[in-house]
C-alpha cells in the first residue's frame, strides 16, 4: 500500500467507519501516509460540519404540491373504474337499496325491449306513418314555396317533374340568389370606391 495513495472510495470507507477484510490495510495505510491522513482528516471535518447543519424537514403539503403539478397518464378503463367507485355507495344498507334500483331498472328496459319486439310490426307501422306525414309536409310545404316564387302553373310543372326536376329548379333558384348577391356585393363595392376617390377631388 506505499507505492500509491488511497482513492476516494478507499478514503469513503474509512471516514464511514467500515469494517471488513479490505479496510484493515487501508486503515494501516492511513497510518503510515501522511497525505491520506490529511485527506481523510479532511473528509472527517466535513462530515462532522455537515452533521452539525440543521436538519430541515419539508412540510406536511410538500408532496401533496409537487405530485399536483405532475401529469400521471391514467388508463381509461380505471378512470372509468374510479368513476363508477364514486357512485357506490359505502353502507351496506345504501348499497342495498342501490343494487335493488338497478335491478329495477334492468328489469324495466328488458321488458320495455320485450314489448318492443313483440309488437315490432306496429312499431314499423307507425314509423312508416310518421315517415309518410313527414314527407306529405315536407312536398305540401316545397310546392307553397315553389308557388310563391315562380307562380302555380310553373310549381305544378315541376312538382310533375318529381325530386330530380324539383332539386334542379331549388338548385338553379340558389345558384341566382348566390349570383345576384354577388353582383350587388361587386356594385356596392365599386359604388364606395367613386365615392371616396370623388371626395379625395
Not at 476516494?8 to 494501516?28: H, T
Not at 314509423?127 to 308557388?147: C, I, K, P, Q, Y
Not at 334542379?168 to 354577388?182: D, N, Q, S, Y
Request: proline share 4%.
Amino acid at each position: 500500500m506505499e507505492h500509491r495513495h488511497l482513492l476516494p472510495d478507499e478514503i469513503d470507507l474509512l471516514v464511514d467507519g467500515e469494517e471488513g477484510f479490505g479496510v484493515a490495510p487501508l486503515a494501516a495505510h492511513v497510518e503510515q501516509c501522511a497525505r491520506c491522513r490529511a485527506e481523510v482528516d479532511h473528509q472527517l471535518d466535513l462530515v462532522s460540519s455537515l452533521e452539525r447543519l440543521p436538519h430541515l424537514e419539508p412540510s406536511p403539503l410538500f408532496a401533496y404540491r409537487v405530485m399536483s403539478k405532475v401529469q400521471v397518464f391514467e388508463p381509461w378503463h380505471v378512470t372509468v373504474l374510479d368513476s363508477v367507485r364514486r357512485f357506490v355507495p359505502r353502507s351496506r344498507p345504501a348499497l342495498v337499496l342501490a343494487a335493488a334500483s338497478a335491478g329495477f331498472v334492468a328489469v324495466t328496459l328488458t321488458l320495455a325491449a320485450l314489448w318492443i319486439g313483440t309488437q315490432l310490426g306496429t312499431v314499423a307501422l307507425v314509423a312508416n306513418l310518421a315517415t309518410e306525414r313527414l314527407r306529405a309536409s315536407v312536398l305540401d310545404f316545397m310546392g307553397a314555396t315553389m308557388s310563391a316564387l315562380v307562380g302555380e302553373t310553373a310549381a305544378a310543372a315541376l312538382l310533375g317533374s318529381g325530386p330530380a326536376g324539383v332539386g334542379a329548379a331549388l338548385g338553379a333558384f340558389f345558384l341566382t340568389v348566390i349570383l345576384a348577391a354577388v353582383v350587388l356585393r361587386a356594385l356596392a363595392q365599386r359604388a364606395v370606391a367613386a365615392s371616396a376617390h370623388g371626395r379625395r377631388m
